[in-house]
């Protein structure tokens, strides 16, 4: 029960790894705040009602962060954690294609929504004094091209030096803050990817140029975001966590 008696606030938590992240930060002991935009955390909540809260909200409003912050207060007395998961692909032209309105949709939901989380909860978090946790979804598409479209690419990229920045800005609070950075997995967002894939035939084809021979599951993203989110990593700040099979730790040119 890694995270016994801590209170989380998970968002995009209505599918893919937000819901995994709800469902086992509050089988490891920790009370939840599970929340989407589209209602669809609901049915994430209904698997644990007893430790999971579905709170409708966009995380990219500062002024639903600071609820949904508030609300973390007033139905548990703190907050410890934030994960800040909530994310959205799109804009695949190439960038003299692309409009500034498609980017800024983009940005301000994968860059803006955990600068918000760092600044709200992690203001009350580290003014609490007890230390916790602050976690944004990243991507291996922050770390290479090719991953994403171009706005995509450009924000997870910017996470990835947002939290850094963040655990500076932490100093002496011992609140931490770190990225992970998924490989494929099978969500929500690929969807499309997996039924093209069925659809043809060359389902084999998506796990090919990955050590492990195979996509992520969900599971395997809340397993490290409960990692960073317990005192297991304690010494861990400011820190991207790849979780990809290896995707991205070997030339393209040695498969
Ligand atoms: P998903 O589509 O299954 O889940 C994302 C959830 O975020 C959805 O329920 C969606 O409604 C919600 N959401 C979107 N905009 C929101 C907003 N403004 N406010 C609140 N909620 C909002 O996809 P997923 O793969 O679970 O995505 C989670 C995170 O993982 C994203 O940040 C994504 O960029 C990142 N990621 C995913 C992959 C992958 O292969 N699936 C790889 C790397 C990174």
Known sequence: MDLQGKVAIVTGAGSGIGRASSLLFAAH?????ATDITGKQDETAAQNPDAITA??????????????????????GRLDVFFANAGIS????????QTVEEWERILKINLIGPFLAIKHAGKVIADAGNGGS??????????????????YTASKAGVINL??????????SNVRCNAICPGLIETG???????KAREKGFEDKIGQLNPMQRGGVPNEIAEAALFLASDRSSYVNGHALVVDGGLTSSHPYAR
């Open 29 to 33: 002991g920790a009370k939840v705040i």
């Open 189 to 195: 967002m690929t969807e499309f990817i997996y039924t």
């Open 163 to 172: 939290v850094r920045i963040a655990a500076q800005q932490f100093t002496g």
């Open 134 to 151: 602050i976690i944004c979804t990243a991507s291996v598409a922050g770390l290479r091209s090719g991953a994403g479209g171009p706005a």
């Open 55 to 76: 709170v409708q909200a966009d995380a990219s409003s500062e002024a639903d962060v600071q609820m949904l912050v508030a609300k973390a207060l007033e139905l548990h």
């Open 90 to 97: 799109g804009g695949f032209d190439g960038i003299f294609d």
